[in-house]
């Protein structure tokens, strides 16, 4: 009997131990890594974010004390957070809407957007009128445009996406008007969803269709208005359908925000931006 | 007489058919895992070493490891479990043990529990950003991360501990009021023990249902792949790095099926040292 107290009395105290050291680390480790560290939150564009991740990471390298989270979701969220002051820097993959205005953009980098199709597809090159007869579907099998007799799988991208915004922009056409078999969010789902359909068209960022296609993908990408779709070709700003990659703020930026955004634009972050296969924005 | 010859070999035949198709249906249930399992396996080996497991990552994920992701995960994990199972275990038992199945009372909790298990994921996420992040200035940290997904995991921990408690046949109940042992020794002494496997099989629901949250993560407990320093870092969870390898960065298929292999490893070894301890803690219990 006395054992069985004892037993239970020990237990009780290495739970109750357990319990308050748990309590403890959650309230004191805060405190003690916050202490005297400058932090700086971004958010937006999924495109960006792992491109500002990387330059995040050299800047952390070159100034201590500095910590940058950066956060991912969209380029409207980007705008959204730091209109409402939740994120310092915003990150967005288009440039700004005459709306936008009250905000101040700094370009990082260049990107294109290329339609992609299955590599066994006979078509090399569209027109415009062609994309926008496929994207509304007024035509709908491959033999119209050269192809093969199939029907055509439309790929588009989601509401809010900035290459949706600027591809619509490119081919004078309101979203509604598109009529999409698949709908899809991110560049690598896009690549998935052609290399895994032979009738399918979609469009994607040109670095990561050129870097799917060295790595063997089954993946074609289409020329526009003659010109053909390649980091080259963005590089040299004859490609018609290229963005920028934008870096906003809500006020003219100055202290620790300043000093990334000169960071992010400098050539020190050039070898960064290639990796990730976009364009720098001083190379033209 | 002769009759019956056939009839009985008809029979047999159904019997047979019967259980071929029962066993052909467990056999396509565990096929889709081990097909599961091998297609993970074949992608994620090569790319996996001890390396992979200690090194934080770089170059978006394409190379590097996932120390800094798995220290978040199990951060978020272990927040969201410390939060959720008080308040869902002691509603449990309110439930079972202290209020009548049919009250009022009980059918209320119980119905908006049901409502909450039903809630999409996503719709946990923006309460959590715009309530954790924003309202209670939690910024994005593991912190509201694991708040968020304390909430997700109340109905599932609640409605499984519940069905636990109330398993337990009323005899056991009845015999220790006539051995004049209080409500609450009981409770703790034998009806707790004796429902422990269902407490752990609702606690392992929960932990695999965390670990595989994705759409709650993304904006409360955030995407920095960073070594967390404090509960108050934004922290990035594994499924959300395995969504983002496979989806947004070109190149990190093998990264990402190597994360696969390690979430899946983490669930399996998760489930059977929680299945165990269950087992052990059950006979201690009720033999002491």
Not at chain 1, 261 to 267: C, K, V
Request: aromatic share 6%; charged share 15%.
């Amino acid at each position: 009997m006395v054992k069985i107290i004892v037993f239970s009395l020990t237990s009780r105290f290495v739970i109750a131990t357990t319990v308050i050291t748990f309590c403890g680390l959650i309230w004191t480790v805060p405190t003690a890594a916050n202490a005297g560290s400058q932090r700086l939150v971004l958010t937006g564009s999924s495109t960006v974010a792992p491109l500002i991740n990387e330059i995040a990471r050299r800047f952390e390298a070159q100034s201590s004390g500095v910590r940058i989270d950066v956060q991912t979701g969209g380029s409207s969220r980007g705008v959204n957070d730091v209109r409402k002051n939740i994120a310092d820097i915003g990150m967005i993959s288009r440039a700004l809407k005459t709306d936008e205005k009250d905000l101040h953009a700094f370009t990082v980098a260049l990107d294109g957007i290329s339609l992609i199709v299955h590599a066994d597809n006979p078509v090399t090159a569209l027109g415009r009128q062609q994309i926008a007869d496929i994207f509304t579907g007024n035509v709908s099998r491959w033999r119209a445009v050269g192809g093969t007799d199939a029907r055509i799988t439309v790929v588009n991208k989601a509401e809010g996406r900035s290459t949706l915004e600027l591809f619509l922009e490119y081919l004078q056409v309101k979203n509604s008007a598109i009529k999409p078999h698949i709908i899809i969010g991110d560049n690598a789902q896009g690549i998935k969803t052609v290399t895994g359909n032979r009738n399918a068209i979609g469009y994607v960022s040109i670095g990561a269709a050129e870097y799917e296609v060295q790595r063997g993908a089954s993946l074609r990408l289409l020329a526009l208005d003659g010109v053909e779709a390649s980091v080259e070709n963005v590089r040299n700003g004859t490609f018609p359908l290229s963005r920028p990659l934008n870096l906003i703020t809500a006020s003219e930026p100055n202290g620790l925000v300043r000093e990334f955004i000169r960071f992010a634009q400098s050539p020190q972050v050039h070898d960064l931006i290639e990796a990730q296969y976009f364009v720098p924005a001083d190379a033209n | 007489m002769p009759e019956t010859i056939p009839l009985q070999t008809k029979q047999k035949i159904r019997d047979c058919t019967a259980q071929g198709l029962i066993y052909l249906a467990v056999l396509l249930v565990s096929a889709v895992f081990v097909w599961l399992l091998t297609d993970l396996v074949r992608g994620g080996i090569a790319h996996l070493s001890w390396a992979f497991l200690t090194e934080s990552p770089h170059d978006a994920g394409r190379t590097g490891g996932i120390a800094s992701i798995l220290v978040s995960t199990l951060l978020i994990l272990l927040v969201a479990l410390i939060t959720a199972i008080p308040l869902a275990w002691s509603t449990a038992i309110l439930m079972a043990e202290f209020v009548p199945v049919e009250s009022n009372f009980g059918k209320t909790v119980r119905f908006s529990l049901y409502v909450l298990a039903g809630v999409p994921s996503i719709v946990f996420g923006l309460f959590g950003n715009a309530f954790f992040s924003i309202y209670l200035g939690l910024g994005f940290s593991i912190l509201s991360g694991g708040l968020t997904l304390a909430c997700m995991l109340l109905p599932i921990l609640t409605s499984t501990a519940e069905a636990g408690l109330r398993a337990v046949p009323d005899t056991y109940r009845l015999s220790a009021a006539a051995l004049g042992i209080s409500r609450t020794a009981a409770l703790i002494h034998l009806i707790m023990p004796a429902a422990a496997p269902a407490l752990t099989a609702g606690l392992l629901i929960g932990v695999g249902r965390a670990l595989a949250e994705t759409a709650a993560l993304l904006f409360t407990s955030g995407y920095v792949d960073r070594m967390p320093g404090s509960l108050l870092d934004s922290g990035r969870a594994l499924a959300l790095h395995i969504f983002d390898l496979s989806m947004n960065v070109p190149g990190g298929d093998n990264a990402a099926y190597a994360s696969a292999l390690v979430l899946v490893c983490l669930l399996l070894s998760i489930n059977i040292l929680a299945m165990k301890l269950a087992y052990g803690l059950q006979r201690r219990k009720i033999m002491t």
